[in-house]
């Protein structure tokens, strides 16, 4: 069974400094896709990045961009000139696919605060 | 809609009682999902809508638990005599196909309370 690890469950970093957020995951599949979402206290999940497994080339968006490391199974997001507005949960997930249906498993988020 | 709604954003209901929880997809998009978000979880899945039929139920918990969508578009997830361990936030999530690798986009939620 396809299980994801986030080991982080609160973090904190100065606004303008980097983080890194750490992912896991567990899988017997050779293709798939791996996403980090934002929560912020609106609830509502955004997209911040995603990643095809048979992509070698990290996924990069702006000041977000991610380590995957296909082999060990690690996929860690890295937030660069850290914004107060990036304070959120955040959560890794995989694409499982069981049944014909494509849906998320969740990690347990890591909850990132950027202090001034 | 340019995203997901749904609505109520907050009910608040008593223990036995049926709820009703509403989503509106992203026009156009034919996959539908459910999830439930525990406090300091993750969501979990709970049912993926094709179209107008569930194609897969198998993260409802209990046979307490209904969804429908039936004109492809607006869903409703039904929670019949309610628990207290039922309480938890209840997201919507729509993507265009529900193919491989497709983001699924989320709406804010509805965070039930049952007391």
């Known amino acids: 069974a396809q299980t994801v690890t986030q080991s982080q469950p609160e973090m904190s970093v100065q606004e303008a400094e980097t983080v890194t957020l750490s992912c896991t995951y567990d899988t017997s599949e050779n293709n798939y896709y791996l996403f980090w979402y934002k929560q912020p206290p609106s609830r509502q999940m955004i997209l911040v990045i995603r990643?095809?497994?048979?992509?070698?080339q990290n996924a990069t968006e702006n000041r977000f961009s991610v380590n995957f490391q296909k082999a060990a199974k690690s996929f860690s997001l890295k937030i660069s000139d850290s914004q107060l507005g990036d304070t959120a949960m955040y959560f890794c997930?995989?694409?499982?696919?069981?049944?014909?249906?494509?849906?998320?498993?969740f990690g347990t988020g890591t909850r990132l605060k950027v202090l001034a | 809609g340019a995203g997901v709604s749904q609505t109520p954003s907050n009910k608040v209901t008593e223990k036995g009682k049926y709820v009703e929880l509403r989503c509106d997809p992203i026009?156009?998009?034919?996959?539908l999902y459910w999830y439930r978000q525990s406090l300091g979880q993750g969501p979990e899945f709970l049912i993926y809508?094709?179209?107008?039929?569930?194609?897969?139920d198998s993260g409802l918990p209990n046979d307490r638990f209904f969804a429908v969508r039936p004109e492809g578009s607006v869903s409703t997830l039904k929670i019949q005599r309610t628990e207290r361990g039922d309480s938890a936030v209840y997201l919507c999530?729509?993507?265009?196909?529900?193919?491989?690798?497709?983001?699924?986009?989320f709406g804010p939620g509805t965070r039930l309370l049952v007391l």
């Open positions: 999530a729509s993507s265009l196909m529900g193919g491989a690798g497709e983001t699924q986009y």
């Open positions: 990643q095809e497994a048979y992509k070698q």
């Open positions: 997930a995989f694409m499982k696919r069981a049944s014909g249906t494509y849906k998320y498993i």
């Open positions: 809508f094709q179209g107008t039929g569930a194609a897969d």
């Open positions: 026009s156009g998009h034919t996959a």
